[in-house]
């Protein structure tokens, strides 16, 4: 559930978010009172939900801090373990669920849990343990929380189900179709699509370009869409807690980096950075036609760009599926409210509350088990001309493949998107920065 939009800034200070008590009738059995504290980022916690189970569980305080993605999953979360002190809850997000599921002891083995009765009125019985309830999920998103040992350090939350987000008006100026089904048609391959970004730009004025307007926001989303498309990206299985690295010898990783640096050197995208006031800006002037959109994204465009509606749709992803982002909500194994914390998890994460999340907020299941279900398949958003979004994203995430993802995940992102960002501003040439990737990644695999 990475919703990336509001984790960014570089160094952001911890704030704790104290959820108070909801005013409700007394119970007939008064439970202990409890503390939840949870770290999390961006919107994994969602406020709506939390106040629903206050009315559930008045008796429990849910005690959030936020911070950057980077260092809560990073530093805070190594310090956190060492010393054995900290929360009850941690989301660690799938970038990052290689490197910690490399170190189970940090975490309470969720199959050794089970339901108590707190949860039995809103439909979870007792005694369920997490291998009770992996049948609910998507497999591959179930896997990203199951640490190298077998033990399941995390529960899965969303899927960053990946798809196409255009402006069909913008479309429709530039003589393309814009039906969606017709849309989708344009671009079965990368290379499709970018031939069809390079027939949108052909119909753009002097001055529109001048002005920056392109295809596509940022072409450099392009890799990461390519990358999750494969089987496998900077690691081997190989039998070890670790795997072997192979990003340098994986033919999706090349492909993934030529195949953006041929879509940069042609023109389609604009020079907007993602999370910034310029593309906020774009989306409701229009600067590019369309955006590699994860599920969580749709949340997004809707609060930057309200005058924009009904002008967007939702296509298929070239290539055939899409994921970015995802996150796991674990437990510590140095918790000290593990039972009220494991109710939360599964009660916070049952497919009626992860169902009710997508519709409110648009984060896409990771509970695969509604992927059939008329209330998930029929969800139509009105917003984005009406698209059957529950549809899309839902036959989108179901024709990916599982990954082996490995300690050193997030710094091999990190390199290769520097690296791209080199060739992007005609610092380096393609070659020569990929020489510098592979120097780069050296030093980080060596230390």
């Known amino acids: 559930m990475l919703k ?15 959820v108070g008590v909801g005013t409700l009738t007394t119970p007939a059995k008064a ?7 949870i770290w999390t980022f961006g919107d ?64 309470q083995d969720l199959k050794q849990m089970q339901t108590s009765d707190a949860n039995a009125a809103a ?31 995390g529960l899965p939350t969303d899927v960053g189900g990946l798809e196409v987000a255009y402006r069909t008006d913008l479309f429709k100026k530039a003589g393309l179709p814009t039906d969606r089904k017709a849309v989708a048609k344009l671009w079965p391959t990368w290379d499709a699509f970018i031939a069809t970004g390079q027939k949108y730009l052909a119909k753009l004025t002097k001055a529109q370009k001048k002005n920056g307007m392109g295809f596509i926001d940022n072409t450099g989303t392009i890799y990461a869409a390519i990358m999750n498309q494969g089987t496998a990206k900077y690691y081997q299985n190989d039998g070890t807690e ?24 042609s023109g389609i995208g604009t020079r907007i950075g993602q999370y910034t006031s310029d593309w906020n800006i774009g989306m409701s002037k229009g600067t590019f036609a369309t955006i590699l959109a994860p599920a969580w994204m749709m949340d997004y465009i809707k609060a930057q760009a309200p005058d924009t509606a ?91 493949k599982p990954i082996f993802e490995g300690k050193l995940e997030r710094a091999v992102d990190q390199a290769i998107g520097a690296g791209l960002g080199r060739v992007a501003a005609k610092k380096m040439t393609p070659d020569q920065s990929w020489a510098q990737v592979l120097s780069d990644l050296k030093k980080v695999v060596n230390n």
């Open 310 to 400: 009904g002008k967007w749709d939702i296509a298929d992803m070239p290539g055939g599926g899409g994921n970015q982002g995802g996150t796991q909500l674990t437990i510590p194994s140095y918790s000290k409210n593990k039972q009220a914390a494991y109710d939360f998890l599964t009660w916070y994460l049952a497919p009626a509350q992860e169902l009710k999340v997508f519709k409110t907020y648009g984060l896409f299941p990771a509970a695969s088990v509604l992927y059939k279900d008329p209330a998930l398949t029929g969800f139509t958003d009105p917003f984005f001309s009406n698209a059957p979004v529950g549809q899309i994203y839902a036959s989108g995430v179901v024709k990916l």
């Open 4 to 18: 990336k939009w509001r984790v960014k800034g570089t160094v952001a200070a911890l704030a704790a978010v104290i």
């Open 44 to 107: 994994v916690i969602q406020r709506q939900l939390v106040q629903e189970y206050k009315i559930l569980h008045p008796e429990v305080t849910l005690q959030i801090k936020k911070s950057d993605l980077d260092p809560l999953n990073g530093s805070n979360m190594v310090t956190a373990c060492t010393s054995s002190t900290g929360p009850d809850i941690v989301a660690v997000e799938v970038s990052y669920s290689g490197y910690w599921r490399s170190y189970p002891k940090c975490f």
């Open 123 to 153: 439909g979870i019985p007792a005694g369920q343990s997490a291998s009770d309830i992996q049948k609910n999920y998507l497999p591959w998103r179930w896997d990203q929380g199951v640490a190298y040992n077998g033990a399941v350090i």
């Open 242 to 265: 670790t795997g072997k690295l192979i990003y340098d010898t994986n033919p999706q990783v090349k492909l993934g980096w030529n195949t953006t640096i041929k879509a940069t050197q």
């Open 31 to 37: 439970a202990d009172p409890v503390t939840i504290t």
